[in-house]
């Protein structure tokens, strides 16, 4: 096991950072008949971004859908407080618990305002004038079918529905996945911006993305948390991300190559 002081102790029960908004202990769960989560320490920093980082295929989706209870789980899994656990995926989200999933998950076949519509959480204010000032583009295409938008804005529309309701943590898994540059650079600044609104635990491949937003780390192998820290820390050294992550940490991509046919 490897970590970076301040956050050394991954025992289920240690304390990784003060207060989280999110407290993951001992989490396992099952995708498809197998164990892939198997222990996972996590805490969400109450401000700012927490990375979940992980070389393909270590479980890091399959945690944030254990933490949304949208596979089986075990462990404990608190909100202010509040085991998540015990709780069906619907309470999970009325609670606050945002969730922008990898892909995108778009209503293909509905416009931009009824995905948004959709969206809408019971119990929450409804936060169009952020989602329409981050996304004004969004507004102008109301009326068009979400699966004829290209790639980056499918993406904004996940992100807006996110947004639109009150959250008291946001679940954001790869983002910029096969996203240009240019979109890439856009979907940072959004995140940044829904960082000052809710705290983020952030799963991304792209470590200039990291660099930019996050300010702690935490890292999977196999299914088990290995690295809880600074993401500075983690990102400072080469050797360890060499290690943890498969790649040098000024490449950038975690060995994803930039999709040149990716939508603008
Ligand atoms: N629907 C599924 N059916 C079978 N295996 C799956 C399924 N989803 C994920 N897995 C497996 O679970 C492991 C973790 O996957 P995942 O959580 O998606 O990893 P990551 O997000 O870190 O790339 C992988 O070995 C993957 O092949
Ligand atoms: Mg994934």
Redesign the pocket.
């Given at each position: 096991m490897t970590s970076a002081s301040p956050c050394e102790d991954t025992r289920a029960g240690a304390s990784l950072t003060a207060e989280p908004v999110l407290r993951v202990r001992d989490l396992q769960a099952h995708?498809?008949g197998?164990q892939?989560?198997e222990h996972v320490d996590l805490d969400v920093a109450p401000v700012g971004v927490t990375a979940l980082l992980?070389?393909?295929?270590?479980?890091?989706?399959?945690?944030?859908?254990a933490i949304l209870g949208l596979v089986g789980r075990s462990g404990t899994v608190e909100l202010d407080g509040t085991d998540l656990v015990p709780l069906p995926t619907h309470l999970v989200v009325r609670r606050g618990v945002g969730y922008v999933p990898?892909d995108r998950e778009v209503f293909a076949g509905l416009t931009v305002r009824d995905n948004l519509r959709l969206a809408e959480r019971r119990g929450s204010t409804h936060h169009y004038d952020l989602v329409y000032d981050l996304f004004p583009e969004l507004h102008q295409r109301g009326g068009q079918a979400a699966g004829t938008l290209s790639g980056g804005q499918q993406q904004m529309v996940s992100l807006a529905r996110a947004l639109l309701n009150d959250n008291q943590v946001l679940l954001v898994?790869?983002p910029t996945k096969g996203l240009a540059p240019r979109l890439v650079a856009e979907v940072s600044r959004v995140l940044a911006r829904a960082a000052q609104v809710a705290p983020v635990l952030l799963?991304e491949q792209n470590l200039q993305v990291v660099r930019d937003l996050a300010q702690h780390a935490v890292v999977?192998t196999d299914?088990r948390s290995v690295h809880h820290g600074p993401a500075a820390d983690l990102l400072a050294d080469d050797e360890l991300t060499q290690r943890l992550l498969g790649v040098h940490a000024d490449t950038g991509d975690q060995g994803r190559p930039a999709d040149p046919e990716a939508p603008a």
């Open positions: 995708v498809a197998q892939v989560v992980g070389r393909n295929g270590v479980g890091k989706t399959s945690t944030i859908k990898e898994d790869e799963v999977l299914g």
